[in-house]
T-cell receptor
Framework: GQNIDQPTEMTATEGAIVQINCTYQ??????LFWYQQHAGEAPTFLSY????GLEEKGRFSSFLSRSKGYSYLLLKELQMKDSASYLC??????????FGGGTRVLVKP | EAGVAQSPRYKIIEKRQSVAFWCNPI?????LYWYQQILGQGPKLLIQ????????DSQLPKDRFSAERLKGVDSTLKIQPAKLEDSAVYLC??????????????FGEGSRLTVL
């Protein structure tokens, strides 16, 4: 079975840091994606983790712990344009992706 | 490189009517997905194709939804008859599965369906 949990909403101030947590229970797990989705738009790829540890890409970093079924997305130096929904998705065999409900991040000035 | 193309972008129908959505994936992407995204929720997989074969359609309401991918390229998703709860954005995505590929999904802009 597949179960992905992430918080519904988070609010942060411009210039601050926000960490979005994601826990998953996925049969045949073999990777974790994070996508960004602005209102009314399609999801766009942010990061992919398959091994334990931290992957850094500019202001965004993603962490994975396979033993704990846990990942987080870290957004640093928040900008107003980072206001969006962030989707955690677990990959299973056959490249099947199951998405969480998304975390809506609101950045305030 | 052209992205995933979808049409129509918007569709308004009355309940019990039918509707069809079309998707053209990125060239060379063998895997094609249809997701349903209800407002405020994450995308839910309806069906996954590998070339022209179905990999997973376990969450497709087969009494009213159907999808095909003839010739392993374009795909069509049909709803007949539509219900109010089918109001959602229907996202098509494709991915490339080669050695060392992550299997990242590339999404189209979606088809927004409103059922009245």
């Amino acid at each position: 079975g597949q179960n992905i949990d992430q918080p519904t909403e988070m609010t942060a101030t411009e210039g601050a840091i926000v960490q979005i947590n994601c826990t998953y229970q996925t049969s045949g797990f073999n990777g974790l994606f994070w996508y960004q989705q602005h209102a009314g738009e399609a999801p766009t790829f942010l990061s992919y983790n398959v091994l334990d540890g931290l992957e850094e890409k500019g202001r965004f970093s993603s962490f994975l712990s396979r033993s704990k079924g846990y990942s987080y997305l870290l957004l640093k130096e928040l900008q107003m344009k980072d206001s969006a929904s962030y989707l955690c998705a677990a990959k299973a065999a056959g490249n099947k992706l199951t998405f969480g409900g998304g975390t809506r991040v609101l950045v305030k000035p | 490189e052209a992205g995933v193309a979808q049409s129509p972008r918007y569709k308004i129908i009355e309940k019990r009517q039918s509707v069809a959505f079309w998707c053209n994936p990125i060239s060379g992407h063998a895997t094609l997905y249809w997701y349903q995204q209800i407002l405020g929720q994450g995308p839910k997989l309806l069906i996954q194709f590998q070339n022209n074969g179905v990999v997973d359609d376990s969450q497709l309401p087969k009494d009213r939804f159907s999808a095909e991918r003839l010739k392993g390229v374009d795909s069509t998703l049909k709803i007949q008859p539509a219900k109010l709860e089918d109001s959602a954005v229907y996202l098509c995505a494709s991915s490339f599965l080669g050695l060392a590929a992550t299997g990242e999904l590339f999404f189209g802009e979606g088809s927004r369906l409103t059922v009245l």
